[in-house]
């Protein structure tokens, strides 16, 4: 089932798009993918500096330009999102393997782990910088990629776009026009669980929240948007990450009888939550919704219980690439992509394409031309003919990259315009089924 829902439906309940800080996570479907990476992993595909027929008009490429196309990439391949972030890595790399053997142009790509950790992730981006890499795909964790933003790529003048951020904390950063993101902001998300929560039927509701940007400002968004279309929060628990316990963190949110529950993490920690929750708590029948960190599929069998009181709210991948991306996806790594591998896809692409068409190594050149080869008007390139889009970007030519997760179409702040999201559930056996298809519209 299909939903269509106005910006006005999700805005006016929160009053968000400016006023309250939100947050924003990163969230995978489980599996390995590839496998996980630690510490630099420099990669060059394609062949030397190539010779593209030139024409059109337009941006600054240059056809002929012999040095690489360089673009890094920074996730969480371990740390509390390791589970997740090395799926999303799988995806960010996967245009540069696509890209082998198609393009004359020679790309580089190296990747760093953030370790789930904002020191260590800052340490990873420098070394990109050091290594010359002027844009980068990431990085993932809210918290984790303004420590970035703020401390290394925007004072070096770094083009990123993360693949898995959400907190509309990124949308108000003074970050010179260098940073863009492929997932849409969590003041949308908050007003999609509010209103799956009211369609449950309940008035009352509590949030369990992972202590960091992505949970408290993610259970304010609902909160927010809950209140305003006439519900009641009874209770907002934080929590610390990867704990041996959280029974008595659950006792807090369960007291005042709410009707449902909020629970925003990932995991490492989601796993011990429901399994203290099952053991501890006789209410297998509580509405709980989860949110796109913890959307793997290997959730229930981790826990021990089908879940299947638990449904959840993710980003979904549903641009004019989806089919082709997902085919390469599974190609490439023998799995099911999972939530924000596409955007992760679409990240590594728009800055390639951005690269080629400002023609040199330069952040702030290819920031410039993110919605130039990104957001109408021009010719229509999707994933399936990416090398085209990069000699057509190189030669000046206008294109409109449609993508992998959306049509990748950014505005003034580098977001998205236009997202989809999904309300899943846990099947039996493990793995992710989509019940419901949710569209915003700019």
Known sequence: MRRDIDRRDFLKGAGVAGTVLLAGCTGDDGGNGGGGDNGSDPTTTGGGGGNQTDGGSGGGGSADRSEPIKVGTLLPLT????????????????????????????????VEDTQTDPNAAQSAAQSLVNAGYPAVT??????????????????????ACSPASTSPAITDLQDNDLIFRTPPTDALQGQVLAQVAMDKGVDSAATMFVANDYGQLLSESFASAFEEKGGTVTNTVSFQKEQSSYTSRLEQTLSGDPGLVVVIGYPASGVQIFRDFYANFNQPDLPILVTDGMRAPDLPSNVDNAMSNVQGTAPLASGPGTEFFNQQYQQAYGTEPGVFTAQAYDATACLILANAAAGE??????????????????TEYTPENLADAVAAAAAGEDINYQGASSAVSFDEAGDLEAATYELFGFTEGGGIETIEEIQFEA
């Open 79 to 110: 740390g509390d999102l390791g589970e997740l972030g090395v799926p999303i890595k799988d995806g960010a790399i996967l245009p540069v393997s696509q890209l082998k053997g198609e393009t004359d142009f020679t790309i580089e790509n190296q």
């Open 138 to 159: 990431g990085a993932a964790s809210s918290g984790v990629s303004t420590q970035v933003y703020e401390q290394v790529f925007i004072p070096n003048g770094i083009a």
């Open 361 to 378: 190594n330069s952040g702030a050149a290819i920031a410039e031309q993110m919605r130039t080869i990104a957001n109408p008007e021009g």
